[in-house]
């Protein structure tokens, strides 16, 4: 019986010792992806920061007016004038918000519409 309980022990122990060792390369494994996942994430900010810097260098205004300038005629663009914009008064602003019970009486069925649109 005491032989029984000593072999089933070292096989335990080596049951176990054989899990820890395939756990510790699994988790090296998974560490070694996280870091190549960080240093990738890093590159992306660089690269990022360096669209944004090119972003902003392509839309200096100097720039800008300088290309409108050089492409007037081509593109058909008409010069600013004042009468172009709208005073604060004659802008139209948004009644106010329907009520719950409209918003369901005015509601139609598009599932008529989207059937007789595939016919």
């Given at each position: 019986?005491?032989?029984?309980?000593?072999?089933?022990?070292?096989?335990?122990?080596?049951?176990?010792?054989?899990?820890?060792?395939?756990?510790?390369?699994?988790t090296?494994?998974?560490?070694?992806?996280?870091?190549?996942?960080?240093?990738?994430?890093?590159?992306?900010?660089?690269?990022?920061?360096?669209?944004?810097?090119?972003?902003?260098?392509?839309?200096?205004?100097?720039?800008?007016?300088?290309?409108?300038?050089?492409?007037?005629?081509?593109?058909?663009?008409?010069?600013?004038?004042?009468?172009?914009?709208?005073?604060?008064?004659?802008?139209?602003?948004?009644?106010?918000?329907?009520?719950?019970?409209?918003?369901l009486?005015?509601?139609?069925?598009?599932?008529?519409?989207?059937?007789?649109?595939?016919?």
């Amino acid at each position: 019986m005491r032989l029984l309980l000593y072999v089933l022990s070292a096989f335990s122990v080596i049951a176990l010792a054989y899990w820890a060792y395939l756990e510790n390369y699994k988790t090296q494994e998974v560490i070694g992806e996280v870091r190549a996942l960080q240093r990738d994430i890093g590159q992306m900010h660089e690269e990022l920061a360096v669209l944004r810097a090119e972003w902003a260098y392509l839309n200096r205004p100097d720039r800008l007016r300088q290309l409108v300038e050089m492409n007037f005629d081509r593109l058909g663009l008409l010069p600013l004038a004042p009468e172009q914009f709208a005073r604060v008064d004659e802008v139209a602003y948004p009644g106010p918000a329907p009520t719950a019970g409209l918003a369901l009486t005015d509601a139609r069925d598009v599932r008529a519409d989207v059937q007789g649109a595939d016919q």
